[in-house]
């Protein structure tokens, strides 16, 4: 019932910076556990980073140095800022989390991707 919604993909030059957002449909649901995930045409789908209930992030070495994954402070929204993008960095980028409210807890909902593009 309960849908994550993303925004913030798009065209990018090389070397640019974008930032990627992720929010629960519904205003009661919070954000647990999450990552962002992206898939190029072709490419097996990779996991790029991670976030716990506690805040401790991970990243894959394709991308360490250059996203960040957070929440925001009523962890409501999932962010991934990315800088320095490379054309490599072309797919599409999926949120998936763990979702919560005072009576249900959901868990790996996805998100609907959004098309990151980066020129050279």
């Known amino acids: 019932q309960v849908q994550l919604v993303e925004s913030g993909g798009g065209l990018v030059q090389a070397g640019g910076s974008l930032r990627l957002s992720c929010t629960a449909s519904?205003?009661?649901?919070?954000?647990?556990?999450a990552a962002w995930y992206r898939q190029a045409p072709g490419k097996e789908r990779e996991r790029v980073a991670q976030i716990t209930m506690g805040g401790t992030t991970r990243y894959a070495d394709s991308v360490k140095g250059r996203f960040t994954i957070s929440r925001d402070n009523a962890k409501t929204t999932l962010y991934l800022q990315m800088n320095g993008l490379k054309p490599e960095d072309t797919a599409v980028y999926y949120c998936n989390a763990d979702l919560a409210k005072p009576a249900l807890r959901l868990r790996e909902i996805w998100g609907q991707g959004t098309q990151v593009t980066v020129s050279s």
């Open positions: 519904e205003s009661d649901f919070t954000i647990n556990s």
